[in-house]
């Protein structure tokens, strides 16, 4: 396909997404019946203060989406006009401009015929001069240690608009402070007085802190599960607690320790509440935990099916209470490439995709055990231990068998919603990848040296996380943001082998806007880079799992898995080109000759993902189906690297997905458009370690270069023809297809794309 055609599809592939853009979100949905009117525009005159996305919350007449009035989409969802909630949504106008600073508000309503079936409404609006807020005060907080804090950062000021929603929210504020620093009785009531004829408001928050207030005991109530003795002791209950006598009473350390008993899943039912006995003077303030225990012991499998694991099983044993300490035990096993992966191959065909990956030929495994613990010496903190052993692949990229292998993490959760995780891991197990990878990327070409590489080696890495989730869902968040950074140094000074040091650097962040009718915008952006053994150098052996890849059903849709980026192929065959007048003997494949036996992604050690989604609830069955449209972007490249390889391409693939939600998670189908050509590259052949030699073909396990145009060459040693060193250049132009169906790459996966 020509570039020009390219650039044309992926942009007409980004301009359908933005064009399908939702109207702004109303207060609820209106149903539409036969014979109704269909509110195709609605918008808003005279607001200066407030944009109209804020006022269209506020009220329940809401358009369609804009994808059906303009584009006239099926899958869209079609809203009608309620004439009897006209009136309402004046009076909710009203009285929002009038609680926020806008007493002489008035609202007024247009509404005009589109076509036979169709209206659009208008709301005019005359906010009014605003009332100023003259004076605000805060009383009472003299006896309150460290009053600043108290008072710092409001959401209100003197001089400003009298807002009473931002003025109850500075009052809940103060009490929500005044709780977290000893002051559990502290009562905070606000009071106002408005001069109509000046527009000035003057208000009043009062304070009654009560006393400064430690805990005095906690007093714990257990009712064991199913009439069996308790299982967990009150000393175990109390140092998970943390709340000791004498303590500072802080709501939030409570609400946190709440938490972390629930986080055992120990327990059905947690409360942990101050004593109604207290008196209202009393320094001291004693907590009652009332405890119902679950069982302590679970047990879980499962069994599924994916494009690249083929048929999959996994077995998980848990106890919640392990040596009665209220420490958590998994035991976990997974088996994947079932049915494709020796010794239990035998249903190949059902799994055409795995079976084109040389890392599937056995089976993928892991077995492992996982003790935490719910608290570590009274810290907010989670330590875990870990010890396992796995062979895992990753799609016609690498695979990696660890015969041992162990992880010590600590979780930080000081604050709630930004967990921070430091991790030491160490493992001895070998990594094997393509031949072609390793002598066209790190120029390790000959049999032996690759031997060794691909040994058995201890590899220590030291990782920190940090994340921050604002969404309102695990599964499929519809409104938030999330973002996440994380961070892996490997080297020998943490015991690692000195063939297995780098340093590597990975953000993403996700924003998710969503609407009463159940449209989502979704949006991610996420980067990557793998350095040296220090973070100024890009040069030198990056182990093969740890370096970076796109492509597949959760980054570049409109690429299989893996294989954005370069890469080198694999020929089917080649010939021996001699010159006896140039004296110089060549092994190549012909100018014309375009097809491969395999494509090796390259991976690199820079990586850039964009992604964009607009999410839709089906027409039919919106609880259990969605549609999605999306556009997709990025590259993977090398920095610093041979030349074949440093090439950065910003490729855009639009697509279309089906989502069914499922008790496993969303179920994905996936269809995208690819609108580029496979990238030219090196060409290579491998030659396998038991074909004979006859004195005519190269040495069995070598890889010679069988580029067009190839110029490295070939002497015969001890009757074996050899190529000599050097780069195999990346002239091999692989057949396109520049049909409809040929550029559609279909994926199915578990899971949202992010």
């Known amino acids: 396909m020509r570039p020009a055609r390219a650039r044309a599809l992926s942009m007409l592939g980004c301009a359908l997404l933005v064009l399908t853009f939702v109207a702004p979100a109303s207060a609820q949905d209106v149903n539409c019946d036969p014979g109704d009117l269909e509110v195709r525009g609605l918008s808003f005159s005279g607001n200066e203060a407030f944009r109209d996305a804020e006022l269209s919350r506020i009220i329940v007449t809401t358009p369609s989406a804009f994808a059906r009035r303009t584009l006239r989409l099926p899958l869209t969802a079609r809203r009608c006009l309620d004439r009897s909630e006209l009136p309402k949504d004046r009076a909710r106008l009203v009285i929002y401009y009038r609680r926020r600073g806008y007493p002489d508000a008035a609202v007024d309503t247009a509404v005009r015929n589109i076509g036979r079936d169709g209206v659009e409404v208008r709301f005019l609006i005359s906010e009014g001069l605003p009332t100023r807020l003259e004076s605000f005060v805060v009383q009472g907080l003299d006896s309150v240690r460290d009053r600043a804090s108290v008072t710092r950062d409001l959401p209100i000021r003197a001089g400003g608009r009298f807002d009473r929603i931002h003025i109850e929210a500075a009052r809940d504020t103060i009490a929500r402070r005044l709780r977290n620093t000893g002051y559990p009785r502290a009562q905070v009531t606000n009071s106002f007085d408005v001069d109509d004829a000046r527009r000035v408001a003057f208000d009043t928050i009062a304070v009654s802190p009560g006393p400064f207030t430690r805990i005095g005991g906690v007093d714990i109530d257990v009712v064991p599960f199913a009439s069996k003795p308790q299982q967990v002791p009150d000393g175990v209950v109390r140092r998970i607690i943390g709340l000791d006598s004498g303590r500072v009473y802080r709501e939030e350390e409570v609400l946190n320790a709440q938490r972390t008993l629930y986080r055992t899943e120990a327990y059905q039912h947690v409360s942990l509440l101050t004593d109604s006995a207290s008196g209202a003077a009393d320094s001291t303030i004693d907590i009652k935990a009332l405890l119902v225990e679950n069982t302590t012991r679970s047990a879980r499998l499962g069994a599924g099916y994916g494009t690249l694991d083929c048929f999959r099983l996994t077995g998980e044993l848990s106890s919640y209470n392990f040596l009665r300490t209220a420490r958590r035990l998994d035991l976990t096993t997974r088996v994947s490439k079932i049915g494709i992966g020796e010794p239990l191959a035998g249903a190949r065909e059902l799994c055409p995709q795995a079976k084109r990956d040389p890392f599937s030929a056995k089976l993928n495994y892991y077995v492992g055990a996982t003790l935490r613990q719910p608290v570590f010496f009274g810290l907010r903190t989670i330590p875990t231990i870990t010890v396992f052993s796995e062979r895992v692949s990753e799609y016609n990229a690498y695979l990696r068998t660890t015969a041992i292998g162990g992880i010590a993490s600590l979780e930080w959760r000081q604050f709630s919603r930004l967990p921070f995780t430091l991790a030491y891991s160490m493992d001895l197990g070998r990594t094997e990848a393509q031949p072609a990878l390793f002598c066209a990327v790190f120029n390790i070409c000959d049999q032996e040296d690759r031997r060794r590489v691909q040994q058995t080696q201890r590899l220590a890495v030291v990782s920190a996380i940090v994340s921050r989730d604002n969404s309102n869902s695990l ?37 998710y806007w969503g609407s009463p009718g159940g449209a989502v915008v979704a949006l991610r952006v996420r980067g990557g880079a793998v350095f040296g053994r220090t973070f100024g150098t890009v040069t030198g052996f990056i182990p093969p799992q740890e370096r970076l890849y796109a492509g597949g059903p959760t980054t570049v849709r409109g690429f299989s898995q893996n294989e954005l980026g370069s890469a080198i192929y694999i020929a089917r065959s080649f010939v021996v080109v001699e010159s006896p007048s140039l004296g110089y003997t060549v092994f190549r494949v012909a100018d014309s000759v375009r097809d491969f036996r395999r494509a090796v992604p390259v991976g690199g050690n820079s990586l850039v993902v964009g992604n964009l989604e607009l999410r839709l609830p089906s027409p039919f069955l919106p609880e259990l189906l969605q549609w999605t449209l999306f556009t997709d972007a990025g590259d993977v490249w090398n920095r610093g690297g041979a030349g074949n390889f440093r090439n950065f391409s910003i490729k855009v693939t639009p697509g279309i997905q089906v989502t069914a939600f499922s008790p496993v998670g969303p179920v994905r189908v996936v269809l995208g458009y690819n609108p580029y050509d496979r990238p030219r590259g090196p060409l290579y052949f491998e030659v396998p370690s038991n074909q004979p030699v006859d004195g005519r073909s190269p040495a069995a396990g070598t890889l010679p270069c069988v580029s067009p145009g190839n110029t490295l060459r070939v002497t015969l040693v001890d009757g074996v023809l050899e190529q000599a060193e050097g780069v195999c250049e990346a002239k091999f132009v692989p057949r396109s297809d520049n049909s409809f169906r040929s550029r559609l790459t279909f994926g199915l996966a578990i899971g949202q794309a992010f």
Do not use: C, M, Y
């Open 475 to 511: 599964v499929s968040p519809t409104h938030g943001s999330q973002w996440r950074v994380e961070a892996r140094h490997a080297s020998r000074f943490i015991l690692s082998d000195t063939a297995l040091q780098f340093n590597k650097l990975l953000a993403e962040r996700s924003q």
